[in-house]
């Protein structure tokens, strides 16, 4: 049975650094590395980056990161997520990129991380370390996940921007929802379904229109994902949106690293 990961020991045990000294993982046979995409404000300028799991098999075969948690226990599948997000946060750090970095974590990481070691202990030391606010760190989950659980994922969110952290909600929209746990939670970010884009594009507005207007209500940013040509760019620039993210403006990729930490 494979140790628990319950310090920064442990952690530190299934780092590596690739040939150009950025952090990468070992894990159940497979290593996980990091990508990261940029958001942009509408005036162009970077409002961060979002981070990415790549994870390759023992035979170098790229691996979806959803089928690798899959193929997990419950519990590896918390130690899988923390250990990305410390090669996140510490590849993140070594870039010294200005702006905010966000975190996809899973729903299980969340509940977990509200009530281990103090409230995301381990987490804010090593931020703490790194030299990064926790301010800056926002972290990541899906609408469906906040609308169709039982209310232990949105008490845990609370518990995190109680701690400092940001929090946003992704794929919103996807869903036929009251949207009634995202309005209660208020997050700071709330990630704009590219359905919703890409039904606005088509000339069916109605539903971009009253999610954006929902995000407004309840104070949150609004970003809208997913975009891929200018076109869908500047109709979204003309709608008031504040934050961007997809292929048109920036890929995933490495940072560049500036500091070997």
């Known amino acids: 049975m494979m140790a628990r990961l319950d310090s920064q020991q442990a952690f530190e045990q299934h780092l ?36 990415l799991l790549r994870v390759h098999d023992a035979a170098g075969d790229s691996v979806r990161p959803d089928r690798f948690f899959a193929g997990l226990p419950p519990l590896q599948q918390i130690d899988a997520d923390r250990l990305a997000r ?16 966000t975190l996809n974590l899973l729903p299980l990481t969340v509940v977990h991380e509200a009530g281990y070691g ?4 381990l987490m804010l030391q090593r931020l703490q370390q790194l030299g990064i606010d926790n301010g800056r760190v926002i972290l990541e989950v899906v609408e469906y996940e906040v609308e ?3 209310g232990a994922l949105s008490a845990a969110l609370r518990a995190a921007a109680t701690a400092g952290f940001g929090i946003a909600v992704d794929d919103f929209g996807a869903m036929a ?7 209660a939670l208020r997050p ?26 929902l995000g407004w209500e309840v104070g949150s940013r609004m970003l809208v994902e997913g975009i891929e040509t200018e076109a869908q760019y500047r109709a979204m620039c003309g709608l008031g949106v504040e ?6 403006l920036g890929r995933p990729g490495f940072l560049p690293v500036r500091s070997e930490l």
């Open 86 to 101: 410390v090669i996140h946060i510490r590849n993140f750090a070594a870039s010294a990129e200005p702006g905010c970095l």
């Open 148 to 150: 169709e659980g039982d």
């Open 177 to 183: 929802s009251g949207h009634g746990r995202v309005r």
């Open 243 to 248: 934050l961007y993210q997809g292929f048109y």
């Open 118 to 121: 103090g409230n995301y202990a």
């Open 16 to 51: 590596q650094r690739d040939t150009a000294q950025r952090y990468v993982a070992r894990f159940a046979d497979c290593w996980l590395q990091s990508y990261f995409q940029p958001i942009f404000y509408r005036s162009g300028g970077v409002f961060g980056h979002e981070a």
């Open 188 to 213: 700071d970010i709330i990630k704009i379904d590219r359905s919703l884009l890409l039904d606005y594009m088509q000339g069916d507005n109605g539903q971009l229109a009253a999610v954006l207007q």
